[in-house]
């Protein structure tokens, strides 16, 4: 028995760890709900977060989804090239990219650039009282920095989600005419065949919820920051890591519901 209470409590710690967590979670996104509802927040924040968020992010995310969208052709090539099965060529690259592969790569690419970055600046202006300061000057820090944050992650990983699905289609067309000698018209006949809007609409709504994610984690993990620069350091390693468990379970979840009531 004595050689089973050492792993029993570190189960223990990390329960009780694991639960204060999702409390400190279910309480951040508590109080941005209660900020929009009525609306009560910095709109000159906003549309800086738009900026920052999403202006800043749209190279990253063509540079990814133009590979992805190649790489799901190269991948389904040789059995295009065995069959001939040219027209389902776009189908399947664009099922696969609309529907999946392109919200979480891009949502993880997301999670990576902004989240951490957002989970570094709240963290250090926790650790360097700047936060204290705008309470003392009767300004909610929700209302003033998480909620512009919330809206501008949510509103624009759904926007470059799809600004994402279009480069990664241009990618995969591009790649089937270079390198399978698939005439990209072919490709995109595929896609428009393949009758895959309801797969893009289901991509968007793992955005908007990856976005949510995202956007709670790492500010629940930035303004809890303690222990200086150290402590902002581990904050933003379990924010990104945080961010990454929050995109694979909503994947799941709104995949579910899809496949089971729509």
């Known amino acids: 028995m004595s050689g089973l209470a050492l792993p029993l409590r570190a ?4 329960l009780i760890e694991f639960a204060h967590t999702l409390g400190g979670l279910a309480l951040v996104l508590g109080r941005i709900l209660r900020a929009l509802v009525p609306p009560r927040f910095d709109r000159d924040q906003t549309w800086l977060n738009f900026f920052k968020v999403g202006v800043k992010s749209y190279p990253i995310v063509v540079m990814t989804a133009l590979f992805t ?5 190269i991948q389904s090539g040789q059995y295009v090239k065995q069959t001939g099965a040219t027209g389902l060529l776009g189908w399947g690259a664009g099922y696969a990219v609309l529907a999946e592969i392109g919200p979480v790569l891009i949502g993880l690419m997301f999670s990576g650039r902004v989240g951490a970055n957002n989970t570094a600046e709240l963290g250090t202006m926790k650790v360097t009282e700047q936060i204290d300061a705008l309470r003392a000057l009767a300004i909610e820090p929700i209302n003033y920095l998480v909620v512009p944050r919330f809206l501008a992650m949510v509103v624009m990983l759904v926007l470059l989600t799809a600004l994402g699905d279009l480069f990664a289609l241009i990618g995969g067309a591009l790649t089937s005419e270079l390198i399978l000698d ?23 709504a793992k955005a908007a919820g990856f976005g949510a994610s995202i956007s709670v984690v790492s500010c629940h993990y930035g303004l809890t920051v303690s222990g200086g620069a150290t402590g902002v350091g581990r904050a933003v390693n379990a924010a990104v890591v945080t961010s990454a468990i929050g995109i694979f379970v909503f994947d799941y979840v709104i995949t579910y519901v899809a496949n089971r009531f729509l």
């Open 69 to 73: 969208g190649a790489i799901m052709v």
């Open 11 to 14: 189960l223990g710690g990390s």
């Open 182 to 204: 698939v005439d990209w018209r072919v490709f995109f006949a595929g896609v428009i065949d393949g009758h895959l809007l309801d797969e893009f609409f289901i991509g968007l």
